[in-house]
């Protein structure tokens, strides 16, 4: 469920997971040429995936085969994971995450689960979150026992699965890309180390917004606050710069609001290590991309979540304890000054917070590694 390397999230868990299982494996890929520009071609083979394009002999012949056999999206699956079936891999593993949040990739999930499974694969959901919500349908429940190892990277989603009676070996490690490598490239002009505050938006949270154009309105806002309140600079961080999921867009609206005040810097794409470089020496960060909240976690810079699912909730209570102020729904935004609040109360708690981090993060960072022995275990006993 790879969806390219243009996502920096992917990117990591990619990256991180190779660390951590320690083998090289092939990733079956959305966007081959993404992978490849961003040099994962080094560590891992890609293969992609094959689609069918609209109004095409193949597209005519799928149609007319699915309405044939009423199987629904089973033939375009086949079809579309050719590559992942060419070998009789020992290990399957499905990542990125958070596919089980409501984004409608359950079914083919479920197909790609059992059609391993019935060629003799061990299936591995890695790292996931899973809204509890999804837990109440039977197909979902029997899907998550057709895997053989689930690795919950949240307890919420772990205390969701048990709750269901998920019956397969499940466990709760941290997300792999905690332990994603840091590269510190020189600093732009304006961004001085430790008197910047790093922000991130994405377009995926303004669709679900309740209120027109609020996430916009309030990150605006914020900005002043900080331009006129503050001596801190701000600087604008992407995560995604994928087509019609670009950080950039927004982030370079924000920019070009407050270009002319000398105190906000525009951080261009770069792989997932440099832009966790940039991350890590903000004074405090401010971000909508759960992986680069988790950047700025395990880099232990004070952090607030504008977050949209179970994944930030769950991933602030494991660190903190609660998600209570660590985390603002964008559902949540009601007027323009919400987010300044939830940033107010950052501030106030900003030096505590950070020495909570030093604490924490060491053996929180160690556990993530940790995951990589379950994964191992399967590799050692026979199919």
């Not at 079809?79 to 359950?106: H, M, T």
């Not at 029997?142 to 205390?159: G, V, W």
């Not at 996430?215 to 006129?228: A, G, R, S």
Request: glycine share 6%.
């Amino acid at each position: 469920m790879h969806s390219g390397s243009g996502n920096h999230g992917c990117e990591a868990i990619i990256r991180s997971t190779i660390s951590i299982i320690n083998e090289r494996g092939v990733l079956i890929s959305s966007n081959p040429n993404e992978d490849k520009h961003f040099g994962i071609g080094k560590f891992i083979e890609i293969r992609g995936v094959n689609l069918i394009k609209k109004h095409s002999l193949k597209y005519v012949l799928y149609r007319l085969k699915r309405a044939i056999t009423r199987k629904r999206n089973h033939y375009y699956y086949r079809y579309q994971y050719d590559s992942l079936f060419k070998d009789r891999a020992k290990i399957a593993v499905s990542i990125g995450g958070d596919n089980y949040c409501g984004y409608k990739k359950e079914e083919k999930l479920g197909w790609l689960n059992k059609e391993l499974n019935n060629r003799g694969t061990k299936t591995v959901l890695w790292g996931c979150s899973i809204e509890p919500d999804l837990m109440k349908n039977e197909f979902i429940v029997e899907d998550m026992n057709h895997y053989a190892l689930i690795t919950a990277r949240e307890s919420i989603t772990y205390e969701a699965l048990i709750e269901a009676g998920v019956n397969t070996n499940i466990k709760i490690y941290p997300d792999p890309a905690f332990i994603l490598e840091t590269a510190k490239l020189k600093l732009p002009l304006k961004f001085e180390e430790g008197r910047t505050i790093g922000m991130n938006v994405s377009p995926l949270i303004q669709r679900l917004e309740m209120v027109n154009n609020i996430t916009y309105d309030n990150y605006k806002q914020l900005m002043k606050y900080i331009v006129e309140n503050t001596e801190n600079n701000v600087v604008l961080i992407p995560h995604v710069v994928q087509r019609n999921n670009n950080d950039l867009e927004m982030l370079t609206q924000l920019y070009n609001e407050f270009k002319d005040t000398g105190r906000i810097v525009l951080i261009g794409d770069h792989n997932c290590m440099e832009l966790k470089g940039f991350i890590s020496r903000c004074r405090m960060f401010v971000g909508a991309r759960t992986h680069a909240t988790i950047a700025a976690y395990s880099t232990c810079v004070p952090t607030l979540a504008v977050g949209y699912s179970i994944k930030a909730k769950g991933i602030s209570k494991d660190i903190f304890g609660t998600y209570e102020n660590y985390v603002l729904p964008v559902q949540s935004l009601q007027n323009e000054y919400d987010l300044i609040k939830s940033f107010q109360w950052l501030c106030d708690h900003e030096n505590e917070i950070r020495t909570h981090l030093q604490n924490f993060m060491p053996s929180y960072i160690k556990k993530a590694w940790q995951a990589g022995d379950e994964v191992r275990n399967l590799m050692e006993t026979d199919i």
